[in-house]
Structure formats: structure tokens, C-alpha cells
């Protein structure tokens, strides 16, 4: 598992989402940041949970499911130098669906506030993570109305 801070910031690097942050920034936000690790099954957190942190994907893979009332969907699988999480800090809602491990996985549990920071401090990533946000949105919208028809 991901254990030291250059291996931690060389996993952000990879994240299009963080390749125009400075290394140094990406140093400061993986130091603030905390490594999770989660077993297989294990969820990384639940459904209508307070959101508090979001999770880069360090190493493993995480599924996604939403329950509803007429059953599970299933949001997919998200693998290595992947974020979840953040939808729900950036709505300031509780946790939308459950993440679960896929075997070992390794995380780097990015606080709110360190969340947050790195935004206003590197704007120009807030327009990638929307757009992902919209897109994730969409799929989740069209996913429910497929499972209330």
C-alpha cells in the first residue's frame, strides 16, 4: 500500500484534475491529508452520511451504489487516481451512495477544509471537477428515472 509522501503526490499528479498544481501544493495537501486503507467489502462511507472529506484512490478499486426504494444502482467501479466524494462536500450534502472496497484499498481522505483551500488557491481546477460533477449528475439522474419507470 501507498505508505510515503512522494508516492502519495506522484497518485495526485496522475488525477487530470491536479496536473496544473504546483508539486509543492500537492505536497502540502497530501501532508494534510490521511491515508486510509480499507479491506475488502469494507465501505469507505454510507449513503446519507454527513459528508467531511472526499477520497483520491490511491490504490484498489471502489464501487458505488445508490439504494432506492425499488432496488440498487450500481454507479460503477472506480479504480486508481480516482476521487469520490467530493460531489457531496461541494452540494454540502449528505453522502449521495455508498463507496465499497473491491479488495485492498488504499486512500488519501482529503478533509473539507483542505478541500476547499486547494480550490480557491488553484481555481482553474474548479471547471474539470465540475464538469465531472455534471457528468456524474447526469448519469445518476438518468440511472433513477430508469429505476423508478
Given at each position: 500500500m501507498v505508505a510515503n509522501l512522494t508516492a502519495?503526490?506522484?497518485a495526485l499528479r496522475r488525477l487530470p484534475l491536479f496536473k496544473d498544481v504546483e508539486t509543492a501544493q500537492l505536497k502540502l495537501l497530501a501532508f494534510t491529508s490521511e491515508?486510509?486503507?480499507f479491506k475488502d467489502g469494507e465501505a469507505l462511507f454510507r449513503q446519507d452520511e454527513p459528508s467531511d472529506a472526499a477520497y483520491v484512490i490511491l490504490e484498489g478499486r471502489v464501487d458505488m451504489i445508490i439504494d432506492t426504494p425499488t432496488g440498487l444502482i450500481?454507479?460503477?467501479?472506480?479504480?486508481?487516481?480516482g476521487i469520490i466524494g467530493e460531489v457531496s462536500i461541494?452540494?454540502?450534502?449528505?453522502?449521495m451512495a455508498t463507496a465499497f472496497a473491491v479488495g485492498d484499498v488504499a486512500t488519501l481522505r482529503i478533509g473539507?477544509?483542505?478541500?476547499?483551500?486547494?480550490i480557491e488557491?488553484?481555481?482553474r481546477i474548479a471547471l474539470p471537477m465540475l464538469r465531472d460533477v455534471a457528468r456524474r449528475l447526469e448519469f445518476m439522474t438518468v440511472e433513477l428515472s430508469r429505476a423508478r419507470a
Open positions: 502519495q503526490v506522484e491515508t486510509a486503507c450500481d454507479l460503477g467501479t472506480f479504480a486508481g487516481s461541494l452540494c454540502d450534502r449528505p453522502r473539507r477544509d483542505a478541500f476547499f483551500r486547494l488557491e488553484f481555481p
